[in-house]
């Protein structure tokens, strides 16, 4: 079974050039490109075999590896990594508050780190444990986040029903609060990391982790919004930011419009680099199509003001040939152009739904006996209430090789070869088999019900749209031109589709996909070669050998290839580089 693989799979058009001499409607069919095949980040945790230690003294040579991301590091553009997640905080003021309201003394921390926030698993005096969260810089907005997590947990624990750690103490104002950092205390999660024991567990266990969670969020589904944002307590949010009703006609009441509301989204998409500071249209949204015009129209702001030519946080994502604003700008104002044939009609599937961004195996504990039931569900960070279709996906612990993997009702079957391949292959193919049966369980019981025609046709230009400058203008383009071919199914009643392709732009198209399909098979071979994790993540125990690795690599390669590569992609193609330079912050330690 394949690892899952990190960022999300991408989904691009095949263009078919017809010999007709105007544009046919049937120039694109809708393929998936293989994804980016980076390794799986190792959940949340001080990575094995290089733990952190466990700190019973409080000093100042403690404080500072405290301060610092130590459980990895990055092959290329390091000194902005850590500098995203380097935050300095007054650790005995942060026991302080815990003593306060445990009433009892810190007297252990082991620090665990997540890509966006350190936590401090404490240990009291009384024997008690409870968990003090840190938000990195490069998590999200000041206060919004923080104060957005805090509400959702308490929204979701106490109305429905949803397992999460109780909340001690918390603040989202950094400056006044004698900590220096926004923070979260909460009881320690029940149970066992799920992460811990997926490998082992029976199908039977399996199942049960599958259907406990499948009713957990359908508990969660029975809050509808009025509007589509963040959720927060009304009093940290403005009266101008918030929206007017908390629950939409219809729903359950659960008798919190008093304490809570919807406001702007928290997400840190809308507050990358110098968003922050715009003055974007960040909600809350009274329509799904408000919403998707605000992704297109922040890029845009973005684009014109900021926006500097092949700049990446991960040359990975790098794309061949220079990239030009005012393409960018055409093409999204095209895509705001169709948004309209983009959302469905159906009322269920518009519903603006709370809905966990991350279900991971880090972030599930099951229950530490033979049932192996869903008992806690950590970091909420992020979690907005949107639109159910755009919302609802599978857990990434439920990835699996979705290669002939049937669609709707139909269940997956062993290859009809089976009986013919050797022992080996067969204990492959039924490992194979029963994730995909787990997965199938999943779309069957909880997202089933939610489907909508043209699923991909509907939702690739939105995910394109926000992120044109990081994976290059081509996948908008190519999810544009579907669009167009899919238009009569799309659009209400006789409504002309507003996009145009010539046929000239569509030769262009098919043959920027193949450079693009070309260049990034390539990258793909090297990300497997090298064991890459996402932006070039890899163990502080690694870290020497593949620095010393990659550097012979380059010098080896023969003067054919690199020549090739050079003719795809003019910029200087070793993608093992920095790209974003940024001034340095205390050092990672070999």
Not at 144 to 160: G, I, K, P, Q, W
């Amino acid at each position: 079974m394949k690892s899952p693989r990190s960022p999300p799979s991408l989904r691009f058009f095949r263009a078919a050039i017809q010999p007709t001499n105007n544009v046919s409607r049937k120039l694109a069919t809708a393929v998936s490109i293989t994804a980016p095949s980076y390794l799986s980040l190792p959940p949340p945790g001080p990575p094995i075999p290089n733990p952190s230690p466990v700190i019973t003294s409080f000093g100042a040579e403690y404080n500072e590896n405290l301060f610092r991301y130590t459980s990895g590091r990055w092959l290329y553009n390091e000194s902005q990594q850590m500098a995203q997640r380097y935050i300095k905080f007054d650790v005995a003021a942060l026991h302080r508050v815990v003593a306060s309201v445990c009433d009892s003394p810190v007297v252990s921390m082991e620090k665990k780190e997540g890509l966006f926030n350190k936590t401090l698993m404490l240990t009291l005096a009384n024997g008690r444990k409870v968990a003090a969260r840190i938000k990195n810089p490069i998590a999200g907005p000041d206060h919004l986040m923080t104060s957005s997590e805090v509400a959702t947990m308490d929204f979701v624990r106490h109305n429905l029903g949803i397992p999460v750690p109780k909340i001690l103490a918390w603040s989202s104002h950094a400056p006044n609060n004698g900590v220096g950092a926004e923070y979260i205390i909460m009881e320690s999660a029940p149970g066992v990391q799920l992460s811990s024991v997926w490998r082992t567990m029976d199908s039977r266990q399996k199942k049960s982790v599958v259907n406990s969670l499948v009713a957990l969020e359908q508990n969660m589904l029975n809050a509808k919004f009025a509007q589509y944002g963040s959720l927060y307590y009304k009093d940290d949010i403005p009266e101008s930011k918030r929206a007017p009703q908390l629950f939409t006609h219809g729903s359950r009441r659960f008798g919190s419009e008093d304490k809570f509301c919807i406001g702007p989204i928290a997400h840190r998409s809308f507050y990358e680099d110098e968003r922050s500071t715009m003055n974007l249209d960040r909600g809350p949204w009274s329509s799904p199509g408000d919403y998707l015009r605000s992704l297109a129209l922040r890029e845009e702001a973005w684009i014109s003001r900021f926006a500097k030519p092949n700049i990446h946080d991960d040359p990975f994502r790098n794309v061949p040939g220079p990239q030009l604003q005012e393409e960018h700008l055409r093409c999204l104002e095209q895509y705001r152009s169709i948004i309209p044939a983009l959302v469905p009609t159906a009322r269920k599937v518009l519903a603006s739904n709370l809905w966990h961004p991350d279900l991971n195996p880090g972030n599930i504990f099951v229950s530490d006996d033979d049932d192996r039931r869903v008992v806690s569900i950590i970091d909420w960070q992020g979690c907005w209430a949107g639109p159910a279709y755009l919302q609802m996906t599978s857990p990434a612990f439920l990835a699996c090789d979705a290669v002939g993997l049937p669609s709707g009702l139909e269940c997956p079957k062993l290859p009809s070869e089976y009986d013919l391949m050797s022992l080996d292959t067969k204990a492959t193919m039924r490992e194979e088999h029963k994730a995909q049966m787990l997965n199938k369980l999943y779309e069957i019981k909880q997202l089933y019900p939610y489907r909508i025609s043209n699923r991909e046709t509907r939702t690739m230009p939105v995910r394109a749209a926000g992120r044109t400058w990081k994976d290059g203008i081509l996948p908008l383009r190519l999810a544009l031109l579907d669009v167009f071919n899919q238009w009569p199914e799309l659009s209400r009643g006789d409504e002309p589709c507003p996009l145009r392709f010539t046929r000239e732009e569509v030769h262009e198209l098919k043959r920027q996909r193949d450079r693009y399909v070309d260049w990034h098979d390539f990258l793909d071979d090297m990300r497997m070669t090298f064991g890459m994790r996402l932006y070039g993540w890899v163990s502080p125990h690694e870290y020497p050998s593949k620095r010393a690795l990659l550097e012979g690599t380059r010098n080896r390669l023969p003067v054919a290839l690199t020549s090739q590569l050079e003719a795809i992609l003019p910029q200087d193609w070793w993608p093992f580089r920095d790209t974003v330079p940024l001034p340095s912050v205390p050092e990672a330690r070999a």
